[in-house]
């Protein structure tokens, strides 16, 4: 089996039990001016009709993307049960939903004016591959929009969540397979993949997203990281227990615990054909 497919079957497998994991924790995930993660996405691409998500996952996106009015949706993703979720959404009715890989797009070139990615292109192998099937299904001007994971907001819940994550996960005998192209969590390295199919300059902002709430709120967001899959239930039981113990301190008056996550909102214009 190639990287590619190992990773590919871990993400199958993981979404098979947990196939709206990431649009519970991100759907209700705020940045400093009030809009999520999703919904930067959704502004990145306004005014374009015919939109691509990719790795669509649940469909949250393209859901926000459809009350627009008027638009062509697609999305592809590799999990069938999250698809599922994604196919009962009532603004996706006439929406292309295709089980598949990113790096064998399904359809047509030229046939998308954007294409989004939420928290997925930075876990695909084969970047390239991607990167030029991207290019393939645009039209010339056509955008990629995409958001990437950046790590923690110091200070906060996930910050401290990490750090016993990453005790909890030396004491465990198996590991995931590492995910994706590390490449495209930079901006310069996300160039490196797009600039040889024929994109333009990258922009990318930096936008922390606070996925704060409860503390069982926030530790249904931080225990659906990929990385607790393998690890035996004791050992997320415990982890659990040391993470809500740390994150008392943080606790407001009302109950809640701030969770700061960073996200990287990365887009670039595809400006010639190679
Ligand atoms: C973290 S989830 C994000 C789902 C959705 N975009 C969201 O944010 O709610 C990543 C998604 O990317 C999909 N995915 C990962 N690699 C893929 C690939 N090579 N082709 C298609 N989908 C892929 C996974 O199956 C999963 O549904």
Not at 34 to 53: F, N, P, Q, T
Not at 101 to 109: H, I, N, S, T, V
Not at 144 to 153: D, P, R, S, T
Request: glycine share 12%.
């Amino acid at each position: 089996m190639t990287n590619s497919a190992v990773q590919e079957e871990f993400l199958r497998s993981f979404h098979a039990v947990r196939p709206a994991v990431t649009a519970e924790a991100f759907g209700r995930g705020r940045g400093p001016d009030g809009r999520s993660s999703y919904e930067l996405l959704r502004d990145r691409v306004a005014g374009h009709r015919r939109v691509l998500d990719l790795g669509c996952g649940d469909g949250l996106l393209l859901e926000l993307l459809a009350r627009d009015g008027g638009r062509e949706l697609a999305g592809v993703d590799l999990s069938p049960q999250s698809l599922a979720l994604a196919r009962r959404r009532p603004g996706l009715g006439a929406a292309r939903l295709h089980i598949g890989r990113a790096q064998e797009l399904p359809f047509a070139d030229g046939s998308f004016d954007a294409c989004v990615s939420h928290l997925a292109l930075m876990l695909m192998g084969d970047i390239e591959q991607v990167a030029a099937e991207v290019a393939r299904v645009l039209v010339p001007g056509g955008v990629l929009a995409c958001v990437m994971g950046g790590g923690a907001v110091g200070g906060e819940a996930y910050e401290r969540f990490v750090r016993l994550l990453r005790r909890a996960g030396e004491e465990s005998a198996t590991r995931i397979p590492a995910l994706g192209d590390g490449r495209v969590r930079g901006r310069e390295g996300l160039e490196e993949v797009l600039r040889p199919v024929g994109f333009g300059e990258v922009e990318w902002e930096t936008v922390p997203i606070d996925i704060g709430g409860t503390l069982e709120q926030v530790w249904e967001c931080v225990s659906g990281l990929y990385d607790l899959a393998p690890m035996e239930a004791r050992t997320v039981a415990r982890l659990r227990q040391d993470f809500l113990a740390e994150v008392t301190d943080l606790l407001t008056p009302e109950g809640t615990v701030p969770c700061g996550f960073k996200v990287r909102l990365a887009s670039a214009r595809l400006v010639r054909l190679v």
